[in-house]
């Protein structure tokens, strides 16, 4: 039986490696256990000074590459629209593509020049005159929908945001956070930042808008195999890649902070863990929340399952019901979903919010 067990393990490590895809052995080491800046500052070193290209070479083969259209080598996926277009098509003609900086190069002011604007991990194909509508505008929800010559685009805008279509809302949000991490002002760099307000750099400042939908956005647009490829892709030729595709995790390990505040609570502590993990049929999953209370109300809280593609799987807690003022809760999760069927070997992730906020998240491995 000892055997068998210690075979599943591998087997399950195996598992691991291909849906993790062309991660190289040992590309995230030192990161375990840490969150907010620390886990920032970590990332950051690990993806800084990647090879640099020049924007031509975008432009005459690296996007050809990484933004193939699978479904036809002859053309290239454009970021926001979907449509698919000949690679031939490169220009300034309305029908053309061209190259996208998603996080707008006026944002920091840093142009074409290397790295920052010739870095593949946030350059897409873009239909020109999307491209040219989009412009240099912040993200955010609303506004009316861009209709192009070519047709309706599935894409808003407003005077001073841009709402991409739906299936790429968590493309876009995680190539604005590894542009934060990835540049933080060293060697002549630019230091970029995500804000939460609108418009965010009017002067050319190198920050870019709007965080908490950038996050929303994340959640609800997980990482799919197109991602996880055009990734590997990247790394090819930069030798670096975007974290937040090989672990979304990362994103509320980073963005809930050390402390959170909104206009019920402060938290001022926060632990998060699991035993045993890995685990065979069932884990207990323990949960502190320490805080000052703004107001007299207790806190919505959620304790969630994500599978490996950032899908929430099952809802741990809260019970109906049920509210939390702080203190330590365990609760009992045995491998099901919320339809109560039993899910496959492999990674997992638990993400704790605390009022719609993602405060901290953490994997573990389910082993059959």
Request: charged fraction near 25%; include cysteine; aromatic fraction near 12%.
């Amino acid at each position: 039986m000892r055997f068998i067990k210690i075979m599943i393990f591998f087997i399950c490590l195996i598992y691991i490696g291909i849906l993790n895809s062309d991660i190289p052995p040992g590309y995230y080491d030192g990161t375990e256990g840490l969150t907010g800046d620390s886990l920032k500052t970590a990332l950051s070193s690990i993806i800084s000074g990647h090879i640099e290209f020049s924007y031509d070479a975008l432009r005459d083969y690296i996007l050809p590459d990484t933004d193939e259209d699978p479904n036809n080598p002859d053309n290239v996926i454009l970021i926001y629209t979907g449509w698919s277009r000949a690679k031939d098509d490169f220009g300034g003609n309305p029908s053309d593509w061209n190259r996208e900086h998603v996080w707008a190069k006026s944002h920091g002011d840093f142009g074409n020049i290397p790295p920052a604007g010739t870095d593949a991990h946030h350059i897409r194909p873009c239909d020109v005159t999307v491209n040219s509508a989009r412009g240099n505008l912040d993200f955010d929800n609303g506004g009316t929908e861009y209709i192009d010559g070519d047709g309706p685009t599935g894409c808003f805008h407003d005077e001073d945001s841009w709402e991409p279509r739906e299936e790429v809302k968590g493309d876009v949000a995680r190539m604005i956070f590894y542009m934060e991490v990835r540049y933080e002002g060293e060697e002549d760099e630019p230091d970029l930042e995500m804000v939460d307000y609108i418009p965010s750099s009017p002067n050319g400042e190198p920050y870019h808008a709007l965080k908490s939908t950038l996050l929303e956005w994340h959640q609800q647009d997980s990482v799919d195999d197109w991602e996880i490829l055009r990734n590997d892709k990247v790394y090819y030729y930069q030798e670096n890649r975007n974290p937040f595709i090989d672990h979304p995790e990362f994103v509320g390990l980073i963005w809930g902070g050390v402390s959170v505040e909104d206009e019920n609570l402060i938290i001022t502590n926060y632990q998060l863990s699991n035993y045993p993990n890995p685990f065979n049929s069932e884990t207990t999953i323990v949960f502190t929340i320490e805080g000052q209370e703004t107001r007299d109300k207790e806190q919505e809280i959620e304790l969630s399952i994500y599978n490996i593609k950032g899908q929430k799987i099952k809802t741990l807690y809260p019970f109906p019901n049920s509210y939390f003022s702080g203190g330590t809760r365990s609760v009992l999760w045995d491998g099901k979903d919320d339809n109560n069927k039993a899910v496959n070997t492999g990674v997992y992730f638990y993400y704790l919010k605390v009022n719609g906020i993602n405060i901290v998240g953490k994997k573990f491995l389910l082993l059959k």
